[in-house]
């Protein structure tokens, strides 16, 4: 079976990962890399790419041959010019959903569009260099209340086109099955190199 390094401590990221890849997902734990990787990139693609290549380096300085898999996610909120995006983990403060989530709910007081989409860039870095790279995404609307499992960044202020319910409120499988993060995968198994 062949096994995949996700760059990623996010136990949500990694749980969704592996319900939906069939094959064994390591994350960064599981392989001992501890040093913090700088997202600077401007893009969901660029930050993608920085932990994938740091992960990369650290893997081949141990000598393992691996492929490494490096989502970067995040919401975008049409009325606020696509904000927070790249920044979504770090929007109020850094990794406190729950912050996070109160400052969108500020910035929205005043707007009537509340329209909004998750993106997930994943680049698949293959241990000769070479890479691939899937966007998804899903789309709805940003709730006036917190609705459902709140343990997730935006989960429970996204309601969903698709499933009609807040993602907070969704099972897994449910979630899974619409996600940007789903999506995205999807495009990257259906790819003929992947
Ligand atoms: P990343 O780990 O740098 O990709 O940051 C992604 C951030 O975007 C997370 O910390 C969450 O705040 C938000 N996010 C991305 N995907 C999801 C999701 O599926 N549900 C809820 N929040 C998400």
Redesign the pocket.
């Known amino acids: 079976m062949e096994k995949i390094i996700l760059a ?1 401590n ?1 136990k ?2 990694i749980s ?1 990962f592996r319900q939906m890849l069939n094959c064994e997902v390591l994350s960064l734990e599981d392989i001992g890399f501890n040093q913090e990787i700088i ?1 600077d990139g401007k893009t969901f693609f660029e ?1 993608s790419l920085i932990k994938a290549k740091a992960v990369s380096n650290f893997l081949k300085k141990q000598g393992i041959v691996a492929n490494v898999i490096a ?5 975008c909120v049409n009325s606020l010019g696509g904000q927070p995006g ?1 920044y ?2 770090r929007y109020a403060a850094e ?1 406190d ?1 729950k912050a ?1 989530r109160q400052k969108l709910l500020q910035q929205l007081e005043d707007k009537s569009d509340r329209s909004a989409y ?1 993106v ?1 860039m994943i680049v698949k870095l293959f241990s000769d260099g070479h890479y691939v790279s899937v966007e998804g995404r899903t789309y709805g609307n940003i709730l006036t209340e917190e609705t459902g499992d709140t343990s ?4 429970c202020l ?1 309601f969903s086109d698709d499933l009609k319910k807040s ?1 907070g409120q969704a099972t897994k499988e449910e ?1 899974n099955a619409v ?3 789903g999506r995205a995968l999807k495009k990257l198994l259906e790819l003929k190199e992947n």
């Open positions: 990623s996010n949500h990221k969704e997202e930050n989502d970067d996610s995040g919401l790249v979504s983990a990794h959903d996070n998750f997930c997730f960044g935006y989960d996204f993602f979630k996600s940007h993060r």
